[in-house]
């Protein structure tokens, strides 16, 4: 029985994404990238008053899909957008204990217009990046609606990211020129998904009085020169901190960058400490880390149900040699956690793997959380 199972549930997500792709064409195809001036032109902001302020409302949510960056492509992806505070939202994909990648919209004065502007980055392998976007292009036709957020010092000179909504459909690029090192940018990422589990993102805006036309940062007098990371010709919105021991963590990193916001101070996000106990049968093995909103075991640790697969929300790992990991920038609610020991080596969940029964937690508003599993014993 266990077997038909793994057969249904490949069978069906197979199904599940195939038919997003067929669905959701690649924006490329609906806008080629303007070719952008090797000369740097001033960043124009959308004044959201007049345009644009609508994007809030339509990039929160449960977004399921497919994704390719660079030359990989991912089968299934999500990214989980909720408000966080009157007129801010917030997603992150937590990669694991190598990295993460965030990104969060919101209502910002820049250079004297109120417009929308994007907070990009993450730590990954030591580094600490953090990308400041604005709002420069909003477009309404037959295609559906259009965004653009542009790098807010460089402009599509050093990189950009589109995104268009289509009914319940999002198609998401980005381009970057590695901050100005490979001239023109390039695309980086095309993330086509739909809409899924609108409750949530509900739930987050009605908690934090979302949306509000109010800024949520001040960038009225720019940024601080002396902190930005700039190659002779290029320039860019960005901050950088390396650690070349090892040792650091965000939040020190964070401070040494010159980051004018960060980790410390967003609103209303919480963080998950999530300790392993390891038993012999699955030492040294790759722990799937998955929360999600339904359970993805049965009582007995069987993973049972097809459906709750696309309720996943953040989906880290851990490599063999690693038993803990603080998830952050967590949205508060109800997740069930679930790890998975990765027997085959195919990071998906499959005949064989070993797993437990369902854990639940409830992330507070700010809340410091911590929760152990040591009953991964279960092989399916």
């Known amino acids: 029985m266990k077997k038909v199972f793994f057969v249904i549930l490949s069978l069906a997500m197979f199904a599940t ?11 490329v195809e609906v806008t080629p990238p303007e070719e952008p001036s090797p000369t740097p032109e001033e960043v124009k902001p959308v004044n959201v008053n007049e345009q644009g302020f609508e994007f809030l409302e339509k990039m929160q949510g449960h977004w399921i899909g497919v994704n390719r960056i660079i030359a990989d492509d991912w089968d299934w992806f999500a990214f989980d957008y909720r408000a966080i505070a009157p007129s801010q939202i917030h997603g992150i994909f937590e990669g694991g ?92 990422m095309t993330f086509k998904a739909k809409k899924e589990h609108p409750e949530l993102a509900a739930t987050a805006a009605a908690a934090v009085g979302f949306p509000q036309n109010v800024p949520a940062w001040d960038f009225s007098q720019g940024f601080n020169q ?19 021991t090892n040792t650091k963590d965000i939040f020190t990193l ?39 909103r339904d359970v993805l075991t049965d009582p007995n640790g069987y993973f049972h149900s097809v459906e709750a697969f696309n309720t996943i929300l953040l989906f880290p790992s851990l490599v063999g040699t690693e038993d803990q990991f603080l998830v952050t920038y967590l949205h508060p609610g109800t997740y069930y956690v679930n790890i998975t020991a990765d027997m085959n080596n195919d990071l998906f969940p499959s005949q064989g793997d070993i797993t437990h029964p369902p854990q639940m937690i409830t992330i507070e508003p700010e809340g410091q959380h911590q929760i152990t599993i040591d009953n991964i014993t279960v092989q399916n």
């Open 226 to 244: 002396d902190y930005l990371y700039a190659e002779p010709g290029a320039a860019s919105a960005t901050f950088l901190a390396y650690d070349e």
């Open 97 to 188: 204990t190598m990295g993460n990648l965030f990104t969060d919209f919101f209502v910002a004065d820049f250079k004297g217009t109120r417009t929308i502007m994007g907070r990009n980055g993450g730590v990954l392998n030591g580094i600490y990046r953090t990308s400041y976007f604005v709002m420069d292009s909003v477009r309404h036709d037959i295609d559906g609606d259009f965004y653009r957020l542009v790098d807010a010092e460089g402009g599509t000179n050093t990189m950009w990211m589109e995104l268009r909504f289509t009914g319940d459909s999002l198609y998401f690029n980005a381009y970057t020129s590695r901050l100005g090192l490979t001239f023109p940018p390039s695309r980086h």
């Open 17 to 27: 994404f195939y038919s997003c792709e067929k669905d959701v064409r690649n924006i």
């Open 254 to 292: 964070a401070a040494e960058s010159g980051d004018p916001y960060t980790i410390s101070d967003h609103p209303y996000l919480g963080y998950l400490q999530i300790d392993v106990v390891r038993n012999p049968d699955i030492e040294g093995k790759t722990l799937m880390i998955n929360l999600s």
